[in-house]
């Protein structure tokens, strides 16, 4: 086994690297990069970004090239979104790409894919998930929005809730329930709802640092189009779960951790503690180590589910082993670089004037408490810890 990045590896990392110093917009990256105290880029710099990768044939990734996307082998997958990560490129649209995307390519009508996957691959649509429900989160089967056949539409009635960037999309992947009478996997049908559609409504909900990313989105009467249906009626559990594989791990989450490292490496230097770096010190070189090795090996593992995708299969559950290390890790990188400023940690919003006379560089400490709160998130969405745990223990150990 070769465990080595070939020759024509590493110059594919070259080229990313140079492509994105060259046509990454100053403003997204700073934006992103340097002062983002969110979990998601704005809608307009992810599709601003994803255009400029479209000229390039580089916007989807994670698609097959008959798909719209480079055909990249897992390798060059893994590059380009470490390469563009630590370049400072916001993520592109997991909603999109690496959930409704791979669903319409397995369960879509031809119609479907038609209309839909060019568009997301441009970088003209934008989407959100319409999973969970109040009452209805971890036990997501409990759904109850419902959807009603009404000659050619379905009538939908109900609310999401926690849906990020519902705000901002132009489209939502939702879960309804077309029939009751059953099991409740059972009769969940899967929709793809126009939010400009009359009957929807979008509430924020804010985070306790006052982002706004998640909304609350009402439906009263809206009507969806049968052909917006994917898959037949009641064939949503299946197609539900399908996405979630690729949600937790048939993506790669290392990725946005080591940009957190990097970030976390200078922000140390910079961090004085007794007049000297707190990179110096042994117990954060301790912790920093442990988190490093902890990273590469989730990159392994990693690269064996995506190898997995890459020959046809599924991510499997699995994928719920990288859910579970990603976001650990997202908690414990964001621990420490609150613990490397110290107070300065809580000096948020606009440092000009509270750094004046500062020790510290304001780039490296804006917003480490907000990270660091907003990352909590992680063993939440997508589905909770101690689910990703019960996954495990059912499917891969046959407790
Ligand atoms: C930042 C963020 C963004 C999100 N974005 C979206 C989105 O775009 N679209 C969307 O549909 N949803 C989204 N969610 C919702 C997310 O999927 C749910 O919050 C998650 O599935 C948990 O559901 P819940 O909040 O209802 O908690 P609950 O299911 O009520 O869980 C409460 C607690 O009980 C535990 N628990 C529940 N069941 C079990 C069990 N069987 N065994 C052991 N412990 C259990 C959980 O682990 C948790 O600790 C988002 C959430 C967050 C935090």
Redesign the pocket.
Known sequence: MELAFSEADRAFADEVREFVAASLPRDIRERWADTANV?FASRDDTLRWTKILHERGWSAPNWPAEDGGPGWSVIQRFIFETETALGGAPPLQN?GLKMVGPVLMAYGSDAQKERFLPRIVSGDLYW?????EP??????AALGMRAVRDGNDYVVDGS??????AHEADWIFCLARTDGSGRKQEGITFLLIDMSTPGITVRPLRFMTGVH??NEVFFEGVRVPVSNRVGAEGQGWEIAKYLLEYERGGSFLSHRIRAHLQRLRRLAEAALVDGAPVARTPAFRARLAALESSLEAMSWTELRLLDRVARGQRPGAESSVTKLLGAAMHKEVTELAMEAVGPYAHLAADPAEAFANALLPPEGVRNASSRYFNHR?NS????????QK?VLAKAVLGL
């Open positions: 979990l909603q959100c998930q319409g999973y969970s009452g209805a989160g971890s036990d997501l999401k809730i926690w849906t990020t960037c990313e998640f998130a939440i969405m997508g589905g909770t810890d101690e689910v019960n």
